[in-house]
T-cell receptor
């Protein structure tokens, strides 16, 4: 059974600092990996999807890397802003089934 | 597109009552998913439909839970009878083919008293 772990569980940084969020998974036979953002009381918003054949994916201030062999992914958010405060979830896919981590709750202090 | 639409947003009911959650996926998407989110267990896949057909219902907790997708634009998740331990946020998501980005609805927060 795929186990997905996200460390740390919570993170608080001053505005402008770069964020580094970690995700690890136990089974490297994945189809893709997705990073989601969840705001309180809201649904999940997909941020980035990395196919298993890719090493990284970028969108604006966000960059996600994938190392399948070691079972790790990292989400970098450059120059954090208060609006980046949310819970970030990592999910690995075996085609249709997403296995989620518990998330990292980020607070960016103004 | 309006995205994935779920109703109701909040549901409060008493133990033993029937609860029906509704979902309208994004038009053109052929894959639909129901998830449950709790503090203890996080996000769990309950059931996956492809082209309106249930493909994987292994996450449905017990016979009290049932899901249907009568057409490409509508799905329901029913709990009968409901129990306090069913209290959670239930999400519906859809995607264009499995393995692609899943788009989530805003969720239904269910409280069973």
């Amino acid at each position: 059974k795929q186990e997905v772990t996200q460390i740390p569980a919570a993170l608080s940084v001053p505005e402008g600092e770069n964020l580094v969020l970690n995700c690890s998974f136990t089974d490297s036979a994945i189809y893709n990996l997705q990073w989601f953002r969840q705001d309180p009381g809201k649904g999940l918003t997909s941020l980035l999807l990395i196919q298993s054949s890719q090493r990284e994916q970028t969108s604006g201030r966000l960059n996600a890397s994938l190392d399948k062999s070691s079972g790790r992914s990292t989400l970098y958010i450059a120059a954090s802003q208060p609006g980046d405060s949310a819970t970030y979830l990592c999910a690995v896919s075996n085609d249709y089934k997403l296995s989620f981590g518990a998330g990292t709750t980020v607070t960016v202090r103004a | 597109d309006a995205g994935v639409i779920q109703s109701p947003r909040h549901e409060v009911t008493e133990m033993g009552q029937e609860v029906t959650l509704r979902c309208k996926p994004i038009s053109g998407h052929n894959s639909l998913f129901w998830y449950r989110q709790t503090m203890m267990r996080g996000l769990e896949l309950l059931i996956y439909f492809n082209n309106n057909v249930p493909i994987d219902d292994s996450g449905m907790p017990e016979d009290r839970f049932s899901a249907k997708m009568p057409n490409a634009s509508f799905s329901t998740l029913k709990i009968q009878p409901s129990e306090p331990r069913d209290s959670a946020v239930y999400f519906c998501a859809s995607s264009l083919n499995s393995g692609n980005i899943q788009y989530f609805g805003a969720g239904t927060r269910l409280s069973v008293l």
